[in-house]
């Protein structure tokens, strides 16, 4: 069946160290993915998309790499302080009806 | 500021009273949705609607209506609320078309259904 799901359920990070979540897709005529990042009590917020025509993009201490071989995401976190502890959502949009298909998500602890 | 807002964001009722949960954007966005967030299941759409006076099912539509009369709003309706509709509900909203057409949530609305 189709499914964006992701590969660790909680990820533990040192404050200042690099996170990594990942997350794999099964349709492959998907073109577009989003992650999103949701605290405690909030709705989730958009953090950073990508097209299937790219490989990679950048933001602000984050970056999105596409590996479309594979159908894998990755969300890289730069430098990842207190306030990134959350949980976080990749999800794949599919066109025209904008449907998002939403994995599980990956809860980012960071410590001191 | 642009924002989707819900109402109520906590509610308790009994199954069977009727209830409506209010959603509006300010983004102008033609497209709108509903989803719950159940432990362990995430995040799973319920209805959206693509313009005014035009909505549709998404994956979990039993028990729940909606309605698309001005462009800004999209309320949730549930004619008779079971316990198991208890869930944290989000709206969100975005535009069609173009190159980055995120969905924006609203803060969620908790409801327990007794």
């Known amino acids: 069946g189709e499914s964006v799901g992701l590969h660790l359920p909680t990820l533990s990070v040192q404050e200042g160290d690099n996170s990594i979540i990942n997350c794999a897709y099964s349709n492959s005529a998907s073109d577009y993915f989003i992650w999103y990042k949701q605290e405690s009590g909030k709705g989730p917020q958009f953090i950073i998309d990508i097209r299937s025509n790219m490989d990679k993009r950048q933001g602000q201490r984050v970056t999105v790499l596409l590996n479309k071989t594979v159908k894998h995401l990755s969300l890289q976190i730069a430098a990842t302080q207190p306030g990134d502890s959350a949980v976080y959502f990749c999800?794949?949009?599919?066109?025209?009806?904008?449907?998002?298909?939403f994995g599980t998500g990956t809860r980012l602890q960071v410590f001191p | 500021e642009a924002q989707v807002t819900q109402n109520p964001r906590y509610l308790i009722t009994v199954t069977g009273k009727k209830l409506t949960v209010t959603c509006s954007q300010n983004?102008?966005?033609?497209?709108m949705s509903w989803y719950r967030q159940d432990p362990g299941l995430g995040l799973r759409q319920i209805y959206y609607?693509?313009?005014?006076?035009?909505?549709d099912k998404g994956d979990v539509p039993e028990g729940y209506k909606v309605s698309r009369k001005e462009k800004r709003n999209f309320p949730l309706i549930l004619e008779s609320p079971s316990p198991n509709q208890t869930s944290l509900y989000f709206c969100?909203?975005?535009?069609?078309?173009?190159?980055?057409?995120?969905?924006?949530f609203g803060p969620g609305t908790r409801l327990t259904v007794l």
């Open positions: 609607s693509m313009n005014v006076e035009v909505t």
């Open positions: 983004m102008n966005h033609e497209y």
């Open positions: 999800a794949e949009n599919r066109p025209p009806l904008n449907k998002l298909i």
């Open positions: 969100a909203s975005s535009f069609l078309g173009g190159l980055h057409n995120e969905q924006f």
